[in-house]
């Protein structure tokens, strides 16, 4: 388990990343907290020539307040968040999926925005991004763009991050007084989510007012469950109402069949799923 | 439970101490094999065939040769001549067939991961460097992966052996004398109950990954390695190689994990042997973790047909076991003899008047499998188990009731077994009275009434395993008349240094059990020194000589037994010199608690004083030597019989299919306990092992023969977060065949709690139709289950209408329906049929 060689570049700002990634090109990879790239090193299976860690910029760490908008570095480790008092308070969706995220030394090294990059469709944070509509700032040398989390997980692996860009932040709304819950089906506990459903609601006595569904791994990446999102907005909260609101969860899914499941089964699991994340967000 | 004061004066064997060794172990700060570094030492990188079967038409390792830092390449072509063939030592029948079994293939590989060339360099960067530049031409050839059509010989592993059968194995109790004949009773019975189980590939998948460090520059070749088996590997090395075994030493320093798993002598040994003596230098090869889930042997793997014959009031007249075991692409050390390891067990504790056993030893392209944990035995107490909770549903009939219906009763024992073995001991009746008594087993079956009458989602279920199993390898005779290749003894000698410290070297090679502790608890007791004042030494074939190592559960019964036999000598020798220095007749001596005095008086000298006089040597007995040191080798007569029983509780989340283990009560007999504490850890370890076979672990292969859970991330080991509490206690019967009358304990969780999860989870399900799942029990297997139950179920009875568990016969279809049903639920290709990996994977 000994990658190839590599060229390493520890930059200490964000124009000198920048500097760094425009230099190498497309034989360059970008380190955040190396959860996945170094095994993936590891293994041989991608051989970059230089290596751009991210992990020397104090300016990509931290939580702050922005108006309306809870802003994460694109650097602040998992760890961190889960240790933000703002995050608990306004972004309690994100607070609850991070806490799932793998196991503590994972959640002390793995950073919000490289899992957010990396994006892996079975990733703990894409689907309460994509569910708290999360705008994602990217950088490159040309400047600086804002890109809705809709629009920002293209593919497999895939986002709208260019050769020569950073993600540098995520923006996150307020969602002060919603409830939420994530809800993670794994077979062992430090597994990656087979899926996962991020479910956030506004109860207005005793109603769903509005409602946030993300799934996690059901599809090429994380995905948004609008017309659950729509059916469940003035329902009352009884067991029955969620469930039929949620049995549409799968629809429009496609998501991938392998050893922990085939394709059909996930379907099934996602509205079993979404209901009882939507549930339990109503009640906590 | 709670670690005793350890300044206080009592017995030290009973006494739960914590491990000496533990310090060193737990922080990893030891000497393991891969932190060795010597002068100068080269290091190894494997190139391995990506195929499962092969022709190697053409290997170019020119570029790597030129490679910054390598110093040679090795291919197959040029060790062909001095590799010899990896060994097997136990030919289960005479006209047993099997492929030469070279460390580097030589002109075709026949399973993904077989090492085709080896690249020596001066780091080990250098070396990972370089293989990634040797050229390898294959010619693919068919491979044969699913175990079933490896048997039906449609593709052929090795070509040149014309057939994949390795050998065909029987056993009749009508023709070793011990009972009738099996088809005599199924023609006759009442019930015939017929049932097929699947035993998964599974990976021992122990913590340090394996390394070898092999130094050519003394006058013996020194080899350090992550093995169980110090002793067999010199001898097993000397005969492979041709190498006088007096120019081999072999260190096995601490050792992280086994599991049977490094019961072995590995090509990689051989490899890095080869290479040290055809550089001249240290040499190192340390394996990463995907090469170890690749290459390392892997373990089960078994198709298993049963037979019972029986009455309809559940008395069993006889069983019939028909065996499939996958050797994978070779036979190892034992890998033949891994499924004859269970030929005597699946009689397990009932008195069955007739049983037969007959087994296929069949050759497919993948990673070879041997021993791991149980070895045999958990195939064979998860069949017996299994069937005896499906045939008590088909007769209508409680779980429990069938098993004391047939069992053999504590007041029967000695018992001569159909299966030709004899149980010294054993009381399963009070083993059982007190697991039901923790367990609450009636108020359980209430409640799981209710659950299901409240048409409840999360249903429960309560799974039994009342199991024996046969430990402490073994009777050197009856070793020689399974034909495997060597003895069972054990070997001891203890030094009596003249400061009264006593060194025990033991021939047991630890890797985990914790015998430094428990022997220094044996030799403190028997001896009548402190604990402290004992060091034990092993691992090292300079220095424990002799040995036949550590697995099958052996290493206290067998090798405790001869640390045992030592000290009796070192008593016996120093006896005449207490005598002399007490101007006694020696017949008036007498030894206690350290203390040598004539009997009657209070006039003694301490066995230290007698070392110390040895020293000296001054004063002693006309013609006695000037040493109490002694040595002593011992031989079992017996096998030896654990057993217990296990009762687990599990929820079934029947929309998701999830099973949450909620209640885990074990009771075991393993005789007396030197250190009950190492016990109790050695069954919570074990019960892990074995539940996450139920629930956790398989090695997948796809159609192309490649390993799919060739990491962690696919192969699901469990951890902490993933296991509850176990309740456990112990009954006691000693066993009669050694002086501790200890049975052994490492293996014992594991063969019992594999099918206590299984039979949970059917028995939650059962009344839905569903009479077996696949092992592991997937979420997905079980829902899948429960969903073609339930569509079978509304064609039939409905399931509001099957009568409940416990108040009458929850299974009163024909047993013709209960096969039919399990080869719906459980056969190879229902489960997942659009899913990839298929058919190699065998999901």
């Known amino acids: ?284 | 439970m709670t670690v005793a004061d350890e300044t206080t004066a009592q017995a030290e064997i009973g006494r739960p101490r914590r491990r000496k060794e533990d310090a060193r172990l737990i922080t990893g700060r030891t000497k393991w094999t891969d932190n060795l570094q010597l002068a100068g030492m080269l290091h190894i990188a494997c190139v391995r065939s990506p195929f499962a079967h092969a022709t190697i038409t053409a290997i170019d390792v020119e570029e790597a040769k030129q490679a910054p830092n390598v110093v040679a390449v090795l291919t197959g072509q040029d060790v062909k001549d001095i590799q010899g063939s990896l060994p097997n030592a136990w030919p289960i029948v005479a006209d047993q067939k099997a492929p030469p079994h070279p460390a580097i293939a030589v002109d075709r590989v026949a399973f993904a991961g077989e090492v085709v060339a080896v690249v020596i360099a001066r780091t080990p960067r250098a070396a990972r460097d370089a293989a990634e530049l040797v050229d390898v031409d294959y010619d693919e050839l068919p491979a044969v992966l699913d175990l079933k059509k490896a048997a039906a010989d449609e593709v052929i592993a090795h070509p040149d052996l014309g057939t994949n059968i390795s050998a065909h194995f029987e056993l009749h109790s009508h023709e070793i004398g011990t009972g009738g004949n099996v088809e005599d009773a199924i023609r006759d019975a009442e019930v015939v109950f017929e049932r097929e189980y699947r035993q998964q590939r599974l990976i021992p998948a122990f913590m340090e990954p394996r390394s070898v460090v092999v130094d050519p520059t003394g006058e013996q070749f020194v080899m350090w390695s992550s093995t169980q088996v110090p002793h067999i590997l010199r001898l097993m090395l000397a005969l492979t190689l041709g190498v006088p075994e007096s120019k081999l030493r072999i260190i096995a320093p601490d050792v992280g994990g086994g599991f049977g798993g490094k019961l072995q002598v590995t090509p990689e040994e051989v490899i890095t042997f080869l290479a040290a003596r055809h550089t001249g230098r240290p040499v190192k090869w340390t394996e990463t973790r995907s090469e170890s889930l690749l290459a390392a042997h892997h373990g089960r793997d078994q198709w298993q047909r049963l037979t019972l014959a029986a009455k309809k009031d559940g008395t069993m007249l006889g069983l019939k076991v028909e065996l499939l075991a996958d050797m994978g692409a070779y036979l190892g050390l034992v890998t033949s003899g891994v499924p004859i390891l269970g030929a005597n067990m699946f009689n397990a504790i009932y008195k069955i008047p007739s049983y037969t056993f007959i087994c296929d030893n069949v050759f497919t392209n993948k990673t070879w499998t041997d021993a791991y944990r149980g070895a045999g035995r958990p195939e064979a107490t998860f069949a017996i188990e299994r069937l005896v909770s499906d045939f008590a549903a088909h007769i209508g009939m409680d779980p429990m009731e069938v098993r004391k219906k047939n069992w053999i009763a504590h007041e029967e024992f000695p018992y001569a077994t159909v299966s030709g073995l004899e149980y010294d001991s054993g009381n399963y009746e009070a083993a059982t009275a007190r697991a039901e008594e923790m367990f609450g087993y009636a108020a359980l079956r209430e409640e799981q009434r209710r659950r299901r009458e409240a048409g409840e989602k999360v249903l429960l279920g309560i799974g039994i395993s009342t199991f024996t199993e046969a430990c402490g390898l073994a009777p050197s005779r009856a070793l020689g008349e399974a034909n495997y290749g060597a003895g069972g003894w054990e070997h001891a000698s203890i030094r009596m240094l003249p400061t009264g410290k006593i060194e025990v070297v033991t021939g047991s090679s630890a890797h985990g059990q914790g015998h430094e502790t428990a022997w220094s608890q044996l030799v403190a007791d028997k001896l009548g020194v402190p604990f402290e004042d004992v060091e034990v030494l092993h691992g090292d074939t300079q220095i424990a000589p002799r040995g036949m190592d550590t697995y099958g559960s052996r290493s206290l019964v067998v090798g405790g037994s001869a640390v045992l036999k030592a000290a009796q000598k070192v008593i016996e020798k120093a006896k005449p010199l207490a005598a002399h220095l007490l101007e006694a007749n020696v017949d008036d001596i007498e030894f206690d608690k350290g203390q040598f005095t004539v009997k009657g008086t209070d006039t003694g000298v301490g066995i230290g004083d007698l070392a110390l006089a040895t020293f000296a040597a001054h004063n002693l007995p006309d013609m006695m030597e000037p040493s109490l040191d002694a040595e002593a080798t011992f031989d079992p007569i017996n096998l030896s019989f654990p057993h217990g029983t296990h009762l687990a509780l599990v929820e079934v989340d029947t929309e998701t299919g999830k099973v949450a283990l909620t209640k885990y009560v074990a009771v075991d007999d393993i005789g007396n306990a030197v250190n009950p504490l190492i016990a109790e850890g050695q069954v919570h370890g074990g019960l892990v092992q074995g539940i996450s076979q139920a629930l956790w672990e398989e090695a997948v292969y796809d159609d192309e023969g490649t390993l799919v859970t060739g990491s962690f991330v696919d192969y699901t080991l469990p951890t902490a977060a993933d296991t509850i509490s176990f309740e456990t206690d112990r009954t006691v019967t000693p066993a009669t065949t050694n002086e501790m009358g200890a049975k052994g304990v490492g293996e014992a969780g594991t063969i019992a709690s594999t099918p206590a999860i299984v039979n949970a989870v059917v028995d939650a399900v059962r009344h839905l139709g569903i009479d077996d799942i696949r092992m592991p029990l997937t979420p997905e297997r079980v829902w899948k289950a429960i969903q073609s139950a339930g569509q079978e179920q509304q064609a039939a009875t409905p399931a509001t209408q099957q009568p409940h568990f416990g108040d009458a016969p929850n299974q009163d279809t024909p047993e013709t329906d209960a096969a039919v049903s399990g080869a719906e639920v459980g056969g190879p290709d229902s489960m997942s049929p659009d899913t990839t990996p298929g058919d190699g994977a065998e999901r």
Request: net charge negative; glycine share 10%.
């Open chain 1, 1 to 284: 388990m000994i990658p190839a060689a590599f060229d390493y570049v520890a930059p200490t700002s964000v124009a000198d990343a920048l500097a760094a990634l425009a230099e190498h090109g497309d034989d360059a990879k970008v380190l955040a907290g190396g959860q996945s790239l170094i095994p993936i090193l590891r293994m041989r299976l991608n051989t970059p020539e230089t290596v751009v860690d991210l992990g020397r910029i104090e300016e990509l760490r931290g939580i702050r307040e922005d108006g309306d908008a809870i802003v994460i570095g694109a650097m602040t480790p998992y760890a961190d968040v889960l240790g933000s008092d703002l995050v608990r308070e306004h972004l309690g969706l994100l607070y609850k999926a991070v806490a799932e995220v793998a196991d503590p030394q994972i959640r002390r090294r793995g950073t919000i925005g490289g899992a957010l990059v990396h994006a892996d469709p079975a990733g703990d944070v894409g689907a309460p991004a994509l569910a708290l509509g999360a705008e994602f700032v990217i950088t490159g040398q040309g400047g600086e763009r804002t890109v809705p989390a809709e629009e920002f997980f293209r593919d497999l692996f895939e986002t709208a991050v260019e050769d020569g860009e950073l993600l540098t932040a995520v923006r996150f709304p307020r969602h002060t007084g919603w409830g939420s819950h994530y809800e993670k089906f794994v077979r062992v506990a430090h597994q990656w989510s087979i899926v996962a459903v991020a479910a956030a609601v506004r109860v207005e006595g005793g109603t769903i007012a509005e409602a946030r569904v993300g799934l996690t791994n059901m599809g090429a990446t994380p995905l948004r469950a609008k017309a659950v999102e729509e059916a469940l907005v003035g329902k009352e909260l009884t067991e029955d109402a969620v469930a039929e609101a949620c049995a549409a969860a799968a629809e429009g899914t496609r998501p991938p069949t392998d050893l922990n499941g085939d394709s059909d089964y996930r379907r099934h699991l996602a509205t079993v799923l979404t209901r009882r994340a939507v549930l339990a967000a109503a009640g906590g």
